[in-house]
């Protein structure tokens, strides 16, 4: 039933401290979600399979260390003028480098100048800092032709910082696959906080490669009017019924 294989590799000494494994991502679904409950005059989107599919579709990786970050701070430069800044560390005693797993060069994460964007919304998001870049333990695997699309959990993001999303061709590219993170400066002007290890970070979303072409047309209203009229309605109930199909990632 299952011919598509996704393989998530590390080195012997990660592997064996057996902890924050990637998983399906159907296994964070969110409290607050599992408590909704339709109302008589209302349904909740609880009821919503495109919203659940979200919740469900894909893999998840973990922060595999703590990361203190104190953002957009007050500092001094070498001259002793007044400047926002920047500090992040990863402290010993909470991560995999304590076991000789090196993924943050001796405590410090790595960065990306903000040059490396210029021009983006993400660098004004970022209060124009340098960006974090939180190193991955896992080499990611897929089958000949399937690639994976890697973004913030969907509906579930931590709201203090999100990946930049990108796709990687996991066919033929066997090393780790690091990823930047954009610090939520539009809610958290000054950020000092410390995102734990073990955070749900990353959702990965294999895909099979195709080539694509799109065309527009017209739709056929008439004879099938009433049916437009009221495909909201059977939207709303019948989708899960007539429509949606299960997703499953093991």
């Given at each position: 039933m299952f011919n598509n294989i996704i393989e998530f590799k590390a080195a012997d000494i990660y592997v064996d401290l057996k902890q924050d494994y990637p998983t399906p991502i159907k296994i964070n679904i969110p409290d607050w979600f599992k408590k909704l409950e339709h109302k008589s005059h209302a349904r909740t989107v609880k009821g919503c399979m495109p919203f659940l599919d979200t919740l469900m579709s894909g893999y998840c990786l973990y922060v595999p260390v703590d990361l203190e970050i104190k953002h957009n701070v007050d500092s001094v430069d070498k001259e002793g003028k007044p400047i926002k800044d920047s500090f992040a560390a990863c402290p010993l005693g909470r991560g995999a480098h304590d076991h000789?797993?090196?993924?943050?060069?001796?405590?410090?994460?790595?960065?990306?100048?903000?040059?490396?964007?210029?021009?983006?919304?993400?660098?004004?998001?970022?209060?124009?800092?340098?960006?974090?870049?939180?190193?991955?333990p896992w080499h990611i695997k897929t089958p000949p032709g399937y690639s994976c699309l890697f973004l913030p959990p969907m509906n579930n993001a931590d709201d203090r910082f999100s990946i930049i999303p990108g796709i990687v061709d996991t066919d033929t590219f066997h090393k780790e696959i690091n990823f930047p993170i954009v610090l939520n400066g539009d809610k958290y002007p000054v950020l000092n906080t410390t995102i734990a290890k073990g955070t749900p970070y990353v959702q990965i979303i294999p895909f099979k490669r195709e080539s694509w072409k799109m065309k527009i047309t017209k739709s056929k209203a008439g004879k099938n009017a009433l049916n437009n009229l009221l495909y909201p309605f059977r939207f709303l109930h019948n989708y899960k019924k007539d429509i949606w199909k299960k997703k499953q990632y093991k």
């Open positions: 000789g797993i090196n993924l943050n060069h001796e405590g410090h994460p790595q960065i990306h100048n903000i040059e490396q964007l210029a021009g983006s919304p993400l660098v004004n998001k970022n209060k124009d800092l340098p960006f974090y870049k939180i190193l991955n």
